[in-house]
């Protein structure tokens, strides 16, 4: 079973073109039957405070999405603005799909806007953790989606492996000046929880910041598994299911685990 994530320099604004450009990396990609394809947060407009132009309206980007499961015959791991019962705000959601099946199979509404980028002014915060399956041919893996500034409260992913998730996948628009934080938080998670990690940043500009990418695939050791720089390009990685289980019974921290 192999993740694939999508480090695209994001079309500010322009869902078509972003719905475009996933189908193109895509077709240079090697992917199976069944594989996990993993896109950034607001991986259709980026990183705006335009709720208007953010919101999936006429669901457009869902469909994109469900199309592109039955395509790849693979689960899409998306992202898309919701409309938030608060007036003029949005809901920023993970949103996953799956081969053959409607409704999504899982979706996820931030917890932690991040209010150091305004993000709070147009987007109001989830309140709960959710998860979903993955099967392959290593193995299973329930996989507890997040999004970008989630990363910075553990607490969050504590709860989710408390509930049994093996692995925490994020997209992400992380700012190029706290990459050094992505970078570290994403081994802390994996380490902390035995547990991979599968975080996708977008690269490039938009009009109000830079994006260094550097995508990363952890495992629950904390070993790296593939990472990229700044380039717009997929990073596939083969995941073994398996490696979950092994170190936890080596090394059985979590039996230790105590939520005071």
């Not at 996820?108 to 041919?137: C, L, M, N």
């Not at 992913?157 to 997209?171: H, I, P, Q, S």
Request: charged share 20%; net charge negative.
């Amino acid at each position: 079973m192999r993740a694939h994530l999508l480090q695209m320099e994001i079309v500010w604004e322009d869902k078509a073109a972003n719905h475009r450009l996933v189908r193109e990396m895509l077709e240079t990609t090697d992917f199976s039957r069944g594989d996990l394809v993993v896109l950034p947060e607001l991986f259709d407009v980026g990183f705006t405070l335009n709720t208007d132009i953010a919101i999936d309206h006429d669901d457009s980007t869902l469909s994109f999405l469900q199309s592109l499961a039955d395509d790849t015959r693979c689960i899409i791991h998306g992202s898309r603005a919701l409309r938030s019962p608060v007036p003029d705000h949005a809901i920023n959601c993970a949103t996953i799909t799956a081969p053959g099946q409607t409704p999504p199979i899982c979706e996820y509404a931030k917890v932690h806007p991040f209010s150091y980028g305004r993000e709070s002014e147009s987007y109001t915060g989830g309140d709960d953790i959710t998860q979903y399956t993955w099967t392959g041919q290593s193995g299973t893996l329930t996989i507890m989606p997040s999004v970008c500034y989630d990363l910075r409260f553990p607490e969050l992913y504590r709860r989710g492996v408390k509930t049994n998730a093996d692995a925490f996948v994020l997209g992400a628009n992380w700012p190029a000046p706290r990459t050094g934080h992505w970078r570290t938080l994403a081994i802390a998670r994996a380490i902390e929880n035995q547990s991979f990690v599968m975080g996708v940043n977008r690269t490039g500009s938009d009009p109000h910041l830079d994006y260094s990418g550097n995508s990363i695939v952890v495992d629950p050791q904390g070993e790296i598994l593939g990472e990229l720089s700044d380039e717009a390009t997929v990073l596939s990685v083969e995941i073994d299911a398996q490696r979950v289980r092994d170190w936890r019974q080596t090394f059985p921290a979590l039996n230790d685990m105590k939520m005071i």
